[in-house]
């Protein structure tokens, strides 16, 4: 009977939080308002960027503010910001490595010409 009554205990509770003993509060709509009006406001910034010749710096522009907007979704939209620090770890693994190899690309390119 007892074996019964963890199966149950431990099923419930994996089922009510998914193994995790936090919660969070969902976003309120006004907040996530003001975070669509921001990522909005940055797609103008990158338009608006593309229109005037910084030279290279256009390039360096544009990656800060995408690297900005992609901030906004993943840790608003996407909930990252109430993960742990486990996930959060992998994410910022798999974005270092993104960079890097991004950088590497623009190194290269930028040497051929």
Do not use: C
Request: glycine share 8%.
């Amino acid at each position: 009977m007892t074996d019964t009554h963890a199966t149950q205990h431990t099923t419930q509770h994996t089922l009510e939080g998914h193994g995790q003993d936090h919660e969070h509060q969902p976003l309120g709509y006004r907040f996530l308002t003001l975070i669509w009006v921001g990522l909005m406001a940055l797609t103008v910034i990158t338009v608006a960027v593309s229109k005037v010749d910084l030279g290279y710096m256009n390039v360096i522009v544009a990656m800060g503010v995408a690297s900005i907007k992609a901030s906004l979704v993943i840790f608003f939209f996407m909930h990252l910001k109430y993960e742990n620090w486990i996930i959060k770890g992998m994410v910022l693994t798999a974005f270092i490595i993104l960079a890097i190899a991004i950088g590497l690309t623009f190194v290269d390119v930028g040497y051929r010409y």
